[in-house]
């Protein structure tokens, strides 16, 4: 399901009636209206970043349930567009796909599958020896069979929710590949730069961490790295899979060579990415779990991120694996909220929806103001009091699923900003977030990074990009006209790859409320969180 502030283009709305009627006069057969409804709901489905239609689930809006889905079966049967090897869409499993991306994603699957046991067999005693490496002391079993693993197999599958120690696995993998192969040429990457550069400092910053676009040497919409001009790597560790959406993982494996071990690091119970192909969940079905065999390890010994908020994130996770969330997680997970003491890690209040939480507002205020003070000490061009800015910018994340409405992430920005929000980025105030929403490898941003406001406002205003510990870079606000926006607030989507000590998570009435969404946000927290919700129903009050 997809994040709700991701509004599809105006021309979505006209391309299904319009491919409804045109395919089927491009293949000389007779216009079906059931055929019609299916064309329409998987184009509206693509907008939102899905490949396929469940023939065996609810029917989709616009869709008539009279003949769902009975009727609408027979009609795939007997329709020349689902007629192999031409037609545009295909059934597979009672789930209707437009072929392009049912033969894309089936080649991305299959070679992943095939990378996942392609190494040589280890000779006799390989894997006693590597059960007694120095890398397996202190792991548990799950996380001695992820080392094993990635000595044996050519791609690796790490799966496991917050806290679950994929990091201090993945730095056990790499030791092992290291003591295996002293010479090996190893590289960390994420979806995103946030990702990218927790990733970094998580395995202190001693191996090359780059996002995958960045890795790829992306150029639009085509990559600088590929079949021909393959990656120089050994090992290569991807971090937040869940975010990696279907070209960019088949564009990964092209320019992957066989011999580079690919280790993929991720929680299935996260939001999936924004454009077509959710490849982590296409590796949860049983049948591709199988081939993986134990080359697909899953970590479920939580050791942080302990108290409310890990009680809270394990039954939305649970509740999504076995299917019982789907469009109200607050009340699937009622019973613990109505439970909270004041101690606790997670708060809980129910506001009212008509305007934003003045509690939310009063703590934003603050760390405006706590931004502002650090900002005025930092001097652009200099390491001057940034890395304490830095550090402070990543105490307090605050996120809203959706743009517009009164407790959209315009409705902040407007209340927090007044007037300056109509004028250049240079005319915010000192310590204001900025998020960059394109890829730029020219300035060596991507998009999500997060920089702060320094020396402004006004022309001799400097954006500060980095983290609290690693390099600094700095962008004249000029250079990102048109591709950045204040960021006292983000979409769940473009936290995702984030961490903050303390979250603050609104839930507004109406629309799509996604549990991945929920979950996805409460789980950056490092220590505290906020839960706001404004659901119309008086079932959720305390």
């Known amino acids: ?134 890398a397996l002391a202190g792991l548990d079993g799950r996380q ?68 995958l676009h960045r890795l790829l040497e992306s150029r639009g919409n085509r990559f600088g790295r590929h079949r021909g001009r393959p990656l120089e790597l050994d090992l290569l560790v991807v971090d937040e899979v869940s975010m990696l959406d279907l070209g960019l993982m088949a564009a990964l494996l092209e320019a992957l060579p066989g011999s580079c071990r690919l280790v993929l690091v991720g929680d299935p119970g996260q939001l999936p990415p924004i454009a077509p192909g959710a490849v982590l969940q296409e590796l949860q079905r049983p049948k591709h779990r199988g081939q993986l065999g134990d080359a697909a390890i899953t970590l479920t010994t939580t050791y942080r991120n302990a108290g409310a908020i890990a009680a809270v994130a394990s039954a939305l996770r649970q509740g999504l694996a076995t299917g019982a969330v789907t469009t109200d997680p607050i009340a699937t997970i009622l019973p613990l909220l ?48 940034c890395h304490e800015l830095l550090a402070a910018r990543d105490r307090l994340l605050v996120m809203a699923p959706q743009r517009q409405g009164p407790w959209g992430l315009e409705a902040i920005h407007r209340t927090l900003l007044g007037g300056r929000l109509d004028g250049d980025l240079q005319d915010l105030p000192a310590g204001t977030p900025v998020l960059c929403r394109r890829n730029l490898p020219e300035l060596d941003l991507a998009n999500g990074d997060v920089g702060l406001l320094v020396g402004g406002p006004g022309p001799s205003a400097r954006l500060l990009f980095g983290d609290a510990e690693g390099e600094l870079l700095w962008i004249h606000p000029s250079q990102l006209a048109g591709a950045a926006e204040p960021a006292l607030a983000l979409t769940v989507h473009k936290a995702q790859g984030s961490e903050a000590d303390e979250v603050i998570v609104l839930l507004p009435s109406g629309g799509s409320q996604d549990g991945r969404l929920l979950y996805t946000a409460l789980t950056r927290a490092r220590q505290g969180a906020l839960l706001l919700t404004a659901a119309a129903s008086s079932v959720y009050e305390k």
């Open 144 to 211: 001695r069979q992820a080392v094993v693993a990635v000595l044996n197999h050519g791609l690796v599958l790490l799966e496991g929710g917050p806290g679950t120690g994929k990091t201090s696995t993945v730095a056990a993998m790499i030791a092992a590949v290291r003591a295996m192969e002293p010479s090996g040429r190893l590289h960390l990457a994420a979806p995103t730069g946030k990702a990218a550069g927790r990733l970094r400092a998580a395995t202190g910053g001693t191996i090359p961490c780059t996002t």
């Open 338 to 385: 109505q439970a909270l003491e004041p101690t606790d890690n997670l708060q809980w209040r129910h506001c009212s929806p008509r305007n934003l939480p003045p509690e939310l507002l009063e703590r934003l205020r603050r760390h405006q103001a706590s931004l502002a003070g650090l900002a005025a000490n930092c001097r652009p061009g200099t390491a001057q009091g």
């Open 1 to 134: 399901m997809r994040d709700p502030s991701h509004t599809p283009q105006p021309w979505v709305a006209a391309l299904g009636p319009s491919l409804a009627e045109a395919l089927p006069r491009l293949y000389g057969t007779p216009c079906d209206p059931l055929i019609g409804e299916l064309i329409h709901a998987l184009t509206a489905a693509l907008a939102r970043g899905e490949l396929e239609l469940d023939l065996n689930g609810p029917a989709p809006a616009g869709v008539s349930e009279a003949s769902w889905p009975e009727g609408h079966c027979r009609a795939v049967a007997d329709s020349p567009l689902c007629r192999d090897p031409d037609g545009p869409v295909a059934l597979e499993a009672g789930r209707l796909q437009w072929r392009r991306w049912q033969r894309q994603r089936q080649e991305v699957i299959e070679a992943m599958i095939a990378r996942a046991g392609n190494l040589e067999p280890p000779a006799s005693g390989a894997v006693a020896e590597a059960q007694d490496l120095p």
